[in-house]
């Protein structure tokens, strides 16, 4: 770390603003085709596919459909979710550990990432990868858009080995000591994401590419099987930055320590044994796996459910002593005495309540018998958007106010209209996830370029997916707000001086001793073991009764 003439810096910053801006680009980008989305697939609204295709952009109206939906689907839940969780990472672990990650991983990994990201961006624009968020073969993309994601994947991982290191130098100098609870959470969203993101990476050189680039044919159900290893996983490593960011704004705003930070270490440890080996209860419709496997993994899709339970309790606990410490008194006066004006704690109450609608609907999704109604209907659509699209985006997005200070040394412009962020996109999130739930329900599906398909859609679909696309403009409204804002502020708010270190390090009280939780090799020990013992029976069937290899289909 070094200051001078009483601005503070870190070597770790230029990165960080770097990969924030990027994550922002994103949500930009992303949003832009949310919004072309919502509106085209609303029955009976305009089909702004159609007017883009009939202005000579070279392709259909469903190819476009399908094109913005890939764009979508991977500028929100990868580029915006990679890029802001190593750049926060990068801003919190010297201000935690008052160690530097080494700069050739921070330069090493912006590249790779960066080319990547470019790459990939090039092979979905042009429309040579309308293979969707979820990439599944036989369908084939361009050799570019899997070298890209290739590339922003193992940029991700350089990072998250400085960081390893960054850890590794401060256990030296520190043992006996308790890992601090922010730099716990950095930890946990890195394995986690290693563990789900080293089977896509080898499914996606053994299948993805040979059928791109050689035309190799290859098994469906093999590649969806490690997909889906990494698919659901994924969510964790989205969700665990945000929960950190729980867990160290929500008391300090109010001025009392968490309620438990062991509990909040029970559930870290527990993301990182559970969170990898749940995929299976994405592929309860798929033929070809046994229900057994299935069962096995809708049991360990609950337990991974109870962190979501601890984290919810802790944070409730830690509101409830804020309030009373701030006068609250009764049954719920304490609500009252939350600071409700603070829009960046207001943004993350606001994102962990939704995140409360996620997790029940999500353990719908998880229940064997109940997926089957509710699989690939807009149910999914609600119930996503309400997790990775507010619990995260939203955390993501109002605690950016406060980088833009401590980071960036920019006051937030249109200050009044902050509290805004979080009102609209909450409100408009109910309003869409709740109409999306009714339509799913009533066996509206997802991912069609004709929601009437072709005047053939049951009545009851209309009413539900007209109303969640209001409430998705209205969100829509609110992230419009933050990105003037973001950008708005780095061209023209005015300048501040960066704070000094003392007023920044994220330890308010010291770690303790460490315990058995502290204990990270034999967590990642364990979790290798249970997804081993996951894994490998539906792997030994698939291979045991031998590959179905078909040719690939390009989009």
């Known amino acids: 770390m070094s200051g001078a003439g009483g601005v503070y810096t870190v070597k770790e910053d230029w990165y960080a603003r770097i990969t924030v801006v990027v994550a922002f680009i994103a949500l930009l980008l992303g949003g832009v085709f949310g919004v072309l989305q919502v509106i085209s697939r609303t029955p009976y609204w305009p089909n702004l596919y159609e007017m883009l295709a009939r202005i000579g952009l070279g392709a259909s109206a469903d190819e476009l459909y399908y094109r913005g939906l890939t764009a979508h689907g991977v500028l929100l839940a990868i580029v915006l979710t990679t890029f802001y969780i190593v750049g926060i990472s990068a801003y919190l672990t010297p201000r935690v550990l008052g160690i530097n990650i080494r700069p050739v991983f921070l330069n090493v990994s912006l590249a790779m990432m960066v080319v990547g990201l470019v790459i990939a961006a090039i092979a979905i624009v042009l429309g040579w990868a309308n293979v969707l968020y979820t990439f599944y073969l036989p369908l084939v993309g361009h050799p570019f858009f899997y070298l890209g994601a290739a590339l922003l994947i193992l940029g991700s991982w350089v990072f998250a080995a400085g960081a390893f290191l960054a850890f590794l130098e ?52 093999e590649s969806r099987l490690f997909f889906w290893w990494f698919g659901h996983a994924l969510v964790y490593f989205w969700l665990v930055p945000a929960i950190t960011l729980w867990y160290y704004y929500v008391p300090k705003a109010l001025g009392v320590p968490l309620f438990s930070e062991t509990m909040a270490k029970v559930a870290f440890a527990l993301f990182i044994l559970a969170s990898t080996p749940v995929g299976l209860h994405h592929q309860f419709a798929d033929p070809g796996v046994n229900p057994y496997y299935k069962y096995i993994q809708t049991f360990l899709t609950l337990v991974v459910a109870s962190p979501s339970m601890l984290t919810a309790f802790n944070i409730i606990a830690t509101m409830e002593r804020g309030g009373r410490a701030r006068g609250g008194e009764g049954l719920l006066g304490w609500i009252f005495k939350q600071p409700w004006r603070d829009p960046v704690y ?30 690939n209907t807009t149910w999914v659509v609600g119930h996503f958007h309400t997790t990775v699209g507010t619990a995260v985006a939203l955390t993501f997005m109002v605690y950016t106010f406060i980088l833009l200070r401590e980071l960036y040394g920019r006051e937030l412009i249109l200050r009044g209209l902050a509290p805004a962020v979080p009102l609209l996109w909450f409100i408009g999130m109910m309003i869409f996830s ?47 707000i933050f990105l003037v804002q973001f950008f708005g502020s780095l061209a023209g708010g005015a300048r501040i001086p960066l704070a000094q270190p003392a007023t920044l390090l994220l330890n308010p009280h010291p770690p303790g001793r460490a315990t058995i939780l502290d204990r990270i090799s034999l967590l990642i020990v364990a979790a290798i073991i249970l997804n081993v013992l996951a894994y490998s029976g539906a792997l030994i069937e698939i291979y045991s009764r031998g590959l179905q290899p078909v040719p690939p289909l390009l989009p």
Do not use: C
């Open 170 to 221: 401060w256990r030296k100098a520190n043992p006996g000591v308790g890992i601090p609870l922010v730099f716990f959470g950095i930890l946990t969203a890195f394995i986690v994401w290693i563990m789900a993101t080293t089977p896509l990476v080898f499914i996606v050189l053994k299948n993805h590419i040979p059928a791109s680039l050689l035309g190799w044919s290859t098994d469906a159900l």
């Open 346 to 375: 207001l943004g993350l109450v606001l994102a962990f309540v939704t995140f409360g609608n996620g997790g029940i609907t999500g353990i719908i999704n998880a229940s064997y018998q109940l997926n089957n109604v509710v699989h």
């Open 434 to 480: 709740l109409a999306y739930y009714a339509a799913g329900l009533e066996g509206a599906p997802r991912r069609t370029s004709d929601p009437t398909y072709g005047g053939f859609m049951p009545a009851e679909w209309a009413l539900p997916l007209q109303i969640g696309a209001i409430g998705g403009l209205i969100f829509a409204v609110g992230g419009l």
